[in-house]
């Protein structure tokens, strides 16, 4: 929290979309408590943790799937209320969930371009400009690192990581300012991850501001600017790429692990307290 | 930095090809008509074997006859299963529209047009009512429609029993514009043995209309989306209830066509209860490749499946075999069909991409 506020007094860019002090309860259990993060531009900030942690509780935050009851979201420094993930994202928010935004039978170009087909003719007789949209789709797999590909195809043949590339493509295509990707929890390969990874460092450098949800400290190290870790719904940790090298945040994100099991059996041993 | 290692093992393993003619094979299996029109040619041939007359012009012509009625809900029965859900109306529709028509005629004295067009209207509002329901509600189409067919169903039973006092309605020809309406909906043209219906060139218009409408256009793409991810489509700003409701419109304003070509080769409207016919479209439907899951199948497909449909019902009946064989016939296709669209699609969701 205090590192948010510190950064901005260094004279760095203004956040893009800012959280402050957000909590979210499910009936009476907090998902997340007071958590404070601030999204730049050209930055990645990698939200680390174990299952159960608030990870997703945070991205249905930002996307607008859930609305805080305490705390505000700002976007550009004033504060928004997203009703829906569809205000959020024409707001600019662009949201890769797990698996979800991929149509499996439909080909890739139908899949990039779905509600929002580029069209040529006039009206009774407008079509899809099919010839524009397949190339179109193709470069921007391109640019994220899937060259190559036939977007005739139907995104059932793509593997996983490429999927989360066509969203991420996708949302650059179309002019994101927020890119929250949710890293599958599926497995994938190393191939596959590195593909997301490279994805979202192209996102970075278009100048994006950048969210990655993911469980991996090695990765998340990869491409990140800013780790913040999450325990209990907490902000245990907000780091900066300086501030740890990956043996420090892979011992951090599990040794949150080993804390709290420690602190369960204390409390399991002394009751009282 | 950290952006220098993912370029050097990303995209490295995606460039091979994969081969032209593997290529192009799974294309064509990708085209959800691909079985249907296996299933016109392997059903054609046999039961051209079985009886020769079938490929003459009088049965081809009959062939034709029997599908284009289908293959004209087909098609809209297949848009709305490819938008994931699902109209057990359209043939009630038809006839209680019909019957509104005939109504209209004899009884209040209006001439044909203007009762073809109120009839019209009434059968876009039963697809109104269907699709702001489903929209509105979120509750199985299945249900919501099953409730419309047994409410038409009842209500055209009751209202001709009420107004004629019997379940037939007769009388029409020589109303006035009744010639016009005949040339337009039940004209025939006699080609070497057989005689052609207009009802032919409609199904092909409304086979055309709807395959251009999918392939070509943004609605047809927000169809899929509507089946294929709905919650993915609502995201991204797809008018998925707008979708629906204008698909459920499409089988109305089906279903109006198919009776209105009825009413007018008979003359009149027989109103019989039974849940037959409305399960024949989702039939042909589904032979064409379209999945009850929505997001995929094609509108070619569910008139080829009408052909196949037609093709079974003339070869049995040609072929001198007991009719009465011809459901259990069906069933197999639909099966096989089934088996089939699973087979493909496992197939899709199987290539590796190398």
């Known amino acids: 929290m205090s590192t948010a506020t510190a950064t901005t007094e260094d004279g760095r860019t203004p956040p893009v979309l800012e959280l402050r002090g957000v909590t979210v309860r499910f009936g009476s259990v907090p998902a997340l408590s007071r958590v404070s993060l601030a999204l730049r531009a050209g930055e990645v900030t990698c939200v680390l943790g174990e299952n159960g942690s608030g990870k997703s509780s945070l991205v249905a935050v930002v996307s607008g799937l859930l609305r805080p009851v305490e705390g505000e979201l700002r976007l550009d420094d004033r504060p928004v209320r997203f009703r829906s993930p569809q205000q959020a994202r024409s707001r600019g928010i662009a949201t890769v969930w797990q698996d979800l935004a991929i149509a499996p039978l439909m080909s890739v170009w139908r899949n990039f371009f779905l509600g929002a087909e580029p069209t040529r003719g006039q009206w009774p007789f407008r079509r899809l400009d099919v010839g524009r949209a397949e190339e179109i789709a193709a470069q921007a797999m391109a640019r994220v690192g899937v060259p190559g590909l036939d977007p005739a195809q139907p995104a059932s043949a793509l593997q996983a990581g490429e999927r989360q590339c066509l969203a991420i493509a996708r949302a650059l295509h179309f002019g994101a300012r927020v890119l929250v990707v949710d890293e599958p929890t599926a497995p ?86 | ?262 009413l007018v080769r008979l003359g009149g409207v027989q109103v019989d209860p039974a849940l037959g016919a409305e399960i024949e479209f989702i039939v042909v439907a589904v032979i064409g490749g379209c999945l009850l899951t929505g997001g995929y199948g094609s509108t070619v497909g569910a008139s080829l499946g009408a052909l196949v449909y037609a093709v079974a019902r003339e070869g049995i009946s040609l072929a001198g075999w007991d009719p009465r064989w011809f459901q259990a016939f069906l069933g197999l296709m639909l099966l096989v069909a089934l088996l089939a669209n699973g087979v493909v699609r496992r197939r899709l969701r199987a290539v590796p991409r190398s």
Not at chain 2, 84 to 112: C, K, N, P, W
Not at chain 2, 161 to 175: D, M
Request: a positive charge.
């Open chain 1, 188 to 273: 994938m390969t190393i191939a596959q991850r590195a593909l997301v990874l490279q994805s979202v460092v192209t996102a970075r450098d278009s100048g994006l501001a950048v969210l990655f949800v993911t469980h991996n400290p090695q990765y998340a190290h990869l491409v990140g600017d800013r780790f913040l870790l999450l325990g209990g719904g907490r902000v245990a940790g907000d780091l900066t790429r300086a501030d740890v090298d990956v043996d420090d945040l892979t011992r951090l994100v599990a040794g949150g692990d080993e804390l709290t099991r420690l602190g369960e059996s204390l409390r399991a041993a002394h009751p009282d307290r």
């Open chain 2, 1 to 262: 930095m950290s952006s220098a290692r993912p370029a050097a093992f990303g995209p490295a393993a995606h460039v091979a090809p994969r081969a032209a003619g593997r290529r192009l094979l799974d294309r064509l299996l990708a085209r959800p008509s691909i079985g249907a029109l296996l299933g016109v040619l392997s059903v054609g041939l046999f039961f051209a074997l079985q009886a020769p007359g079938l490929l003459s012009a009088g049965g081809v012509a009959t062939i034709l006859d029997i599908a284009a009625p289908l293959g004209i809900g087909g098609v809209a029965v297949a848009l709305l299963l490819i938008a994931g859900q699902f109209d057990l109306s359209i043939g009630v529709v038809a006839v209680s529209t019909s019957l509104v028509t005939a109504l209209l005629v004899t009884e209040s004295g209006l001439g044909t047009w203007p009762a073809l067009l109120l009839s019209l209207v009434v059968a876009l509002l039963v697809g109104a009512v269907n699709g702001l329901l489903v929209v509105t509600t979120g509750l199985p189409s299945f249900l919501v429609t099953l409730a419309t067919f047994l409410v038409l169903q009842g209500g055209s039973l009751a209202l001709s029993a009420a107004i004629t006092g019997s379940s037939r309605v007769s009388g029409l020809v020589g109303a006035p514009g009744w010639e016009s309406a005949v040339e337009v909906f039940g004209s025939t043209a006699q080609l070497g043995g057989g005689r052609f219906r207009i009802s032919l060139v409609w199904w092909l218009l409304a086979t055309a209309l709807t395959t251009w409408l999918l392939w070509r256009t943004r609605f047809g793409n927000a169809v899929f989306g509507s089946g294929g991810a709905p919650r993915a489509a609502r995201e991204l700003g797809v008018p998925v209830r707008r979708t629906t409701v204008l698909l459920f419109l499409g089988t109305a304003a089906a279903g109006w066509l198919i009776g209105t070509l009825g």
